[in-house]
């Protein structure tokens, strides 16, 4: 924690008295773990965004996990998606024993580029995994087209995307209603709804669900409600090896109060990030606003913005830092991490593995850039408009004197 009296962080939860008594509640019942609250958090989700199924779990890395393997992803198979992103979306592909095969990212909304999909794909793709990153959505219905026309799967990483909207035939519809097969969602504090940690996965399809029920609860025939209620002995088998993926009752309730408030939260984000729109764009010339598309609206999960030219990132965010203001850099790229090297991710420059120098490549121009061009501003709901002054202000200090 930093010393500073008035230190604005980079995110914050917004919670209080409906939250702790919520999570009293339960704990007054006796029923902890996954029980009544989590059935009732998954419906009232379920309803939020408008999908026939929502099934809770630990986080939205469990979640993609899970996805991943009820469409049916394997050692050798190819997963197309996004290197720019928490890494989280490319190590689920991992768990599965497939490889990641990387697109590049369009500049100006973070987001997969549809255009560069076709050429990767090959026998062994079996499905797309795209981000919809800090909120924004990605541009579904061309990703959806090529899918469709490959026979590929479309999972959503939808970790950040809670309440953002999407046009799709005319209509505006919530993330998360089944556009793709599947969703992923966090409920991580750096996310607009919290439980600490959790996720949801949502779909049209009931095997699916199904199958998740029954990995996210070690693959259990009978869950411990139902047996703790009956009046007859009944006796679970096991019959696939599955998983602890649980949420437990206690992330559920407070689950529950935040889905209340998100509306409430998504408006003022997106009014907060209007202010700030107007405030960088006269003060910080050279700054790169990100773009929201006609058929897009962003929860704003973050907002980042790139950097005027010979500014320096690191040193930007130091002089923040100093000041009392936490900055991030531009989201992070896997492709350049120890974990990825190569061998285990491609960038489709051929057969086989990337061939281009580590932490470099030529065909992840855009996500590199992003990372290292780009910085996070703090955003969350108990901001004040004072407050993103100082920020602003901060940073047109910080851009000019180096
Ligand atoms: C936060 C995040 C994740 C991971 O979510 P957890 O709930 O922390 O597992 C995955 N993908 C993206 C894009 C994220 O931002």
Same mark, same amino acid.
């Given at each position: 924690?930093?010393? !500073?009296?008035?230190?604005?962080?980079?995110? %914050?939860?917004?919670?209080?008295?409906?939250?702790?008594?919520?999570? #009293?509640?339960?704990?007054?019942?006796?029923?902890?773990?996954?029980?009544?609250?989590?059935?009732?958090?998954?419906?009232?989700?379920?309803? !939020?965004?408008?999908?026939?199924?929502?099934?809770?779990?630990?986080?939205? $890395?469990?979640?993609?996990?899970?996805? &991943? =393997?009820?469409?049916?992803?394997?050692?050798?198979?190819?997963?197309?998606?996004?290197?720019?992103?928490?890494?989280? *979306?490319?190590?689920?592909?991992?768990?599965?024993?497939?490889?990641?095969? !990387?697109?590049?990212?369009?500049?100006?909304?973070?987001?997969?580029?549809?255009?560069?999909?076709?050429? &990767?794909?090959?026998? %062994?793709? %079996?499905?797309?995994?795209?981000?919809?990153?800090?909120?924004?959505?990605?541009?579904?219905?061309?990703?959806?087209?090529?899918?469709?026309?490959?026979? =590929?799967?479309?999972? +959503?990483?939808?970790?950040?995307?809670?309440?953002?909207?999407?046009?799709?035939?005319?209509?505006?519809?919530?993330?998360?209603?089944?556009?793709?097969?599947?969703?992923?969602?966090? !409920?991580?504090?750096? %996310?607009? &709804?919290? *439980?600490?940690?959790?996720?949801? &996965? *949502? $779909?049209?399809?009931?095997?699916?669900?199904?199958?998740?029920?029954?990995?996210?609860?070690?693959?259990?025939?009978?869950?411990?409600?139902?047996?703790?209620?009956?009046?007859?002995?009944?006796?679970?088998?096991?019959?696939?090896?599955?998983?602890?993926? @649980?949420?437990?009752?206690?992330?559920?309730?407070?689950?529950?109060? /935040?889905?209340?408030?998100?509306?409430?939260?998504? #408006?003022?984000?997106?009014?907060?990030?209007?202010?700030?729109?107007?405030?960088?764009?006269? +003060?910080?010339?050279?700054?790169?606003?990100?773009?929201?598309?006609?058929?897009? @609206?962003?929860?704003?999960?973050?907002?980042?913005? @790139?950097?005027?030219?010979?500014?320096?990132?690191?040193?930007?965010? /130091?002089?923040?830092?100093?000041?009392?203001?936490?900055?991030? @850099?531009?989201?992070?790229?896997?492709?350049?991490?120890?974990?990825?090297?190569?061998? *285990?991710?491609?960038?489709?420059?051929?057969?086989?593995?990337?061939?281009?120098?580590?932490?470099?490549?030529?065909?992840?121009?855009?996500?590199?850039? #992003?990372?290292?061009?780009?910085?996070?501003?703090?955003?969350?709901?108990?901001? $004040?408009?004072?407050?993103? =002054?100082?920020?602003?202000?901060? =940073?047109?200090?910080?851009?000019?004197?180096?």
């Amino acid at each position: 924690m930093s010393d !500073f009296k008035n230190f604005i962080p980079i995110a %914050k939860p917004w919670m209080d008295d409906r939250e702790s008594d919520a999570v #009293a509640r339960v704990i007054a019942t006796g029923w902890i773990t996954q029980g009544p609250e989590v059935a009732s958090f998954e419906k009232e989700f379920a309803d !939020f965004v408008g999908a026939p199924h929502a099934c809770a779990v630990s986080s939205c $890395t469990t979640a993609l996990h899970l996805a &991943l =393997l009820a469409v049916g992803i394997k050692p050798g198979d190819e997963v197309i998606t996004v290197s720019h992103s928490f890494i989280a *979306t490319a190590n689920s592909i991992r768990y599965c024993g497939a490889s990641p095969v !990387f697109v590049d990212i369009e500049p100006d909304t973070f987001n997969l580029n549809p255009s560069l999909i076709e050429t &990767l794909i090959n026998d %062994k793709t %079996k499905a797309i995994l795209c981000v919809h990153q800090m909120g924004m959505p990605c541009n579904l219905e061309p990703i959806i087209g090529i899918a469709r026309r490959h026979n =590929l799967v479309v999972i +959503e990483d939808a970790a950040c995307a809670i309440g953002s909207e999407i046009s799709w035939h005319g209509k505006w519809g919530k993330i998360g209603k089944p556009h793709g097969d599947i969703a992923c969602f966090s !409920f991580h504090p750096r %996310k607009l &709804l919290s *439980t600490g940690d959790g996720g949801m &996965l *949502t $779909t049209a399809n009931d095997e699916w669900d199904h199958q998740f029920r029954l990995w996210r609860q070690h693959g259990m025939s009978v869950p411990d409600t139902i047996r703790h209620g009956a009046k007859e002995v009944i006796l679970e088998s096991y019959p696939c090896v599955g998983y602890n993926y @649980r949420m437990t009752d206690v992330q559920a309730a407070m689950g529950r109060e /935040q889905l209340k408030r998100l509306p409430e939260i998504v #408006a003022r984000r997106r009014a907060m990030v209007k202010r700030y729109r107007m405030l960088l764009g006269e +003060e910080i010339p050279g700054i790169g606003l990100p773009l929201e598309p006609k058929w897009a @609206r962003s929860n704003w999960q973050s907002l980042c913005v @790139r950097l005027p030219e010979r500014v320096n990132q690191i040193t930007v965010m /130091q002089k923040m830092l100093d000041i009392g203001i936490a900055t991030r @850099r531009g989201v992070m790229c896997a492709h350049r991490e120890d974990s990825y090297r190569h061998g *285990t991710w491609s960038c489709g420059k051929g057969p086989g593995p990337c061939e281009c120098e580590p932490k470099r490549c030529a065909r992840l121009v855009e996500s590199e850039r #992003a990372q290292d061009r780009c910085i996070i501003l703090p955003l969350y709901h108990q901001m $004040t408009e004072a407050d993103q =002054l100082i920020v602003v202000m901060t =940073l047109k200090q910080s851009c000019v004197h180096i």
